[in-house]
């Protein structure tokens, strides 16, 4: 790759980090597919200025993924990530017309979000063992704020002590982009909480004391580490079916149970964070099928 490649990447990326606030996670995904796109550019066609990249060159990228098996959806990042990279030029003025005007994204295939039924999660919190150590009691209230809070795996991991709220029984929680959204939890759960930071100072003498949740050194928790608990609670027995047993599973179940319960769409999308509302449409689908299943087996005629 050319030098003159990795400066622009990285002005890009500093823009998204400082000003834009993304996450790190977003902004590594950001930063693999530009570098995939000027790498094909670079062995493909030689050093180019930013102005001759076409959208014919773009579109031909696109279909050496497309012709390697990549779905939809991932090409369809590949492409917002392009499209922000050529804004920010624009913005900059180092192009006068983006590229990417032309290029039409493919139709996702739409996929219903995989979910624990409910007797699944009731069998996961009344008749599943938890270690009676702090491992056992950490590995707990993971799982119980991943499903009464429906919140992500990177908000979890970095939840702060100074977020949790005891007298309104509340959470705040940190969400893309740095927006902040309330999501109101039980007494049960609130207490849980409130007992385990309390035995935290009791346990360790040095630990990571804004973090809630601590490993049994005292550490702040690792996504890689949250992903195990969820995988191996969730592969318990009797609690789901379903091949798919990570920590969005967990906010899938949290927000499929509210829309199953009757919840209003527009509060689950706020009780999730979602910026629209056609994010939090597709829980309506789970809803119409519980639906169909109850019509099915209730009505005489069915």
């Known amino acids: 790759m050319p030098v003159a490649y990795p400066h622009v990447i990285q002005s890009f990326l500093d823009y998204l980090k400082f000003q834009k606030r993304y996450s790190r996670h977003t902004v590594i995904s950001y930063q693999n597919d530009l570098t995939s796109f000027f790498d094909f550019l670079f062995s493909q ?48 003025g ?21 979910y624990v039924d409910e007797k699944g999660t009731e069998t ?27 919140m992500r795996q990177a908000e979890l991991v970095s939840l702060k002590e100074s977020q949790v709220d ?36 009791k346990d360790f003498s040095n630990f990571d004391s804004e973090y809630v949740l601590v490993n ?10 949250v992903y195990s608990v969820v995988k191996k609670y969730l592969s318990a027995k009797d609690v789901t079916t379903i091949e798919k047993r990570s920590p969005h599973v967990m906010r899938h179940t949290f927000a499929t149970h509210l829309m199953n319960n009757g919840a209003d769409i527009n509060a689950v999308k706020e009780l999730l964070g979602h910026s629209s509302l ?4 597709v829980y309506t689908h789970n809803t119409i ?14």
């Open 278 to 281: 056609a994010a939090t449409q």
């Open 216 to 225: 049994d050194k005292g550490k702040k928790l690792y996504p890689r580490y």
């Open 94 to 114: 180092k192009i006068t017309l983006s590229p990417m005007t032309t290029i039409i994204s493919p139709k996702n295939k739409k996929r219903l979000p995989q």
């Open 124 to 150: 996961l919190f009344k008749y599943v063992t938890f270690e009676d150590n702090w491992k056992g009691r950490t590995e707990n209230l993971v799982m119980q704020l991943f499903y009464n809070t429906g």
């Open 45 to 92: 066609f030689g050093e180019m200025q930013l102005s001759e990249i076409s959208a014919s060159l773009i579109r031909s990228w696109l279909a050496g993924l497309k012709e390697k098996g990549m779905e939809s959806r991932s090409i369809n990042r590949k492409i917002s990530a392009l499209k922000s990279f050529f804004k920010f030029q624009l913005k900059e």
């Open 289 to 302: 099928e519980k639906l169909k299943d109850i019509y099915k087996k209730a009505h005489p005629k069915a």
């Open 166 to 201: 005891p007298g309104n029984r509340q959470i705040k929680v940190l969400g893309k982009g740095n927006k902040e959204r309330v999501i109101p939890v039980s007494s049960e759960l609130m207490d849980q909480a409130i007992q385990y930071m309390q035995d935290k100072r």
